[in-house]
């Protein structure tokens, strides 16, 4: 069973305004955790932000911020203000395993920003 | 700060022909990982280090691939023989001990593999 779905295959946004970048995952753990990361045409990979199960309040970095709704089981990225270097791959993952160390990958969205 | 680092980041060779990628965590780091990442199947990783222990090889293909971590700063992944559905971008990362779950796997640029 997919435990990281990325239902939007590609994306498109217009410069300068804000988009949601969805994920929703599947887990009968109590403890996990969820990251986003992003992989620009160059092809490395880019740690943007993380939410824990326990967080409370929803995660932010700079222009990036998780909605994280635990009761839908749903982690989306909202980047605000959509700049041309946004364009790019993103993943969303989960972390998983005893000791907490494996990720598990969604798809992936792919994200164009228009100027 | 020097991030995790491969090599080499191409390789072209021939089916049959023993493949050897590298990587170097970031220093302090006591966990590393290998992924590989083709278009039909995503990033699938293929196994993990703690403390230079193998943890998990559940997602090594096959007995034609191996790695192996001799030491806190150098681990390899090698394949013999190679076949062409190999050919995909491995990549290695490192992750940290200290502040917890949080912590994120930092990735290295890659390794592009081509099996001719």
């Known amino acids: 069973a997919q435990k990281i779905t990325q239902t939007q295959p590609g994306m498109f946004v217009q410069e300068k305004e804000a988009v949601t970048l969805d994920c929703t995952y599947d887990t009968s753990d109590q403890s996990y955790g969820l990251f986003w990361y992003k992989q620009p045409s160059s092809g490395e990979m880019i740690f943007l932000i993380y939410q824990g199960s326990y967080d409370e309040q929803n995660a932010t970095e700079g222009r990036y911020s998780l909605n994280f709704q635990k009761a839908r089981k749903s982690a989306n990225l909202v980047i605000s203000a959509s700049q041309l270097g946004d364009s790019a791959m993103y993943f969303c993952?989960?972390?998983?395993?005893?000791?907490?160390?494996?990720?598990?990958f969604g798809a992936g969205t792919i994200l164009r920003v228009k100027s | 700060d020097a991030g995790v680092i491969q090599s080499p980041r191409h390789e072209v060779t021939e089916m049959g022909q023993e493949v050897t990628l590298r990587c170097k965590p970031i220093s302090g780091h006591n966990s590393l990982f290998w992924y590989r990442q083709t278009m039909m199947r995503g990033l699938e990783l293929l196994i993990y280090f703690n403390n230079n222990v193998p943890i998990d090889d559940s997602g090594m293909p096959e007995d034609r691939f191996s790695a192996k971590m001799p030491n806190a700063s150098f681990s390899t992944l090698k394949i013999q023989p190679s076949e062409p559905r190999d050919s995909a971008v491995y990549f290695c990362a490192s992750k940290g001990a200290s502040g917890g779950y949080n912590q994120p796997q930092h990735f290295g640029d890659g390794t592009r593999l081509s099996i001719l």
């Open positions: 993952a989960m972390r998983e395993g005893q000791d907490g160390n494996k990720l598990v």
